[in-house]
Nanobody, 125 residues
Framework: QVQLVESGGGLVQAGGSLSLSCAASGRTFSSYAMGWFRQAPGKEREFVAAISGSGAGIYYTGSLKGRFTISRDNAKNTVYLQMNSLKPEDTAVYYC??????????????????WGQGTQVTVSS
């Protein structure tokens, strides 16, 4: 079992920044990959970024690369998502997820085994 708790969401003006955190517990954190997804109202859950257990492998959805940065601190059992130059279209509930199976299909939400409860990010224009 893995428990994931996100924090750091909120309301920000366009052009601003937010940093999300996801604290994990229950298994050896460095042994599994982590991903961030987001879901806007009326839309499907969308891949944002993923990072391997060691942190050596990092993947982004193309449209967000350069504005969003994923990182992890295995000593703190935490994965982060730094979001800069935010746009109103970034408004969504953001979820972190744990992939214990070692799948390379990091963009597929079905490959993830555990999910956090989500944190709301709202970007005003």
């Amino acid at each position: 079992q893995v428990q994931l708790v996100e924090s750091g969401g909120g309301l920000v003006q366009a052009g601003g920044s937010l940093s999300l955190s996801c604290a994990a517990s229950g298994r050896t954190f460095s042994s599994y990959a982590m991903g961030w997804f987001r879901q806007a109202p009326g839309k499907e859950r969308e891949f944002v970024a993923a990072i391997s257990g060691s942190g050596a492998g990092i993947y982004y959805t193309g449209s967000l690369k350069g504005r969003f940065t994923i990182s992890r601190d295995n000593a703190k059992n935490t994965v982060y998502l730094q979001m800069n130059s935010l746009k109103p279209e970034d408004t969504a509930v953001y979820y972190c997820a744990a992939d214990l199976g070692g799948s390379s299909r990091y963009r597929d939400p079905n490959e993830y085994d555990y999910w956090g409860q989500g944190t709301q990010v709202t970007v005003s224009s």
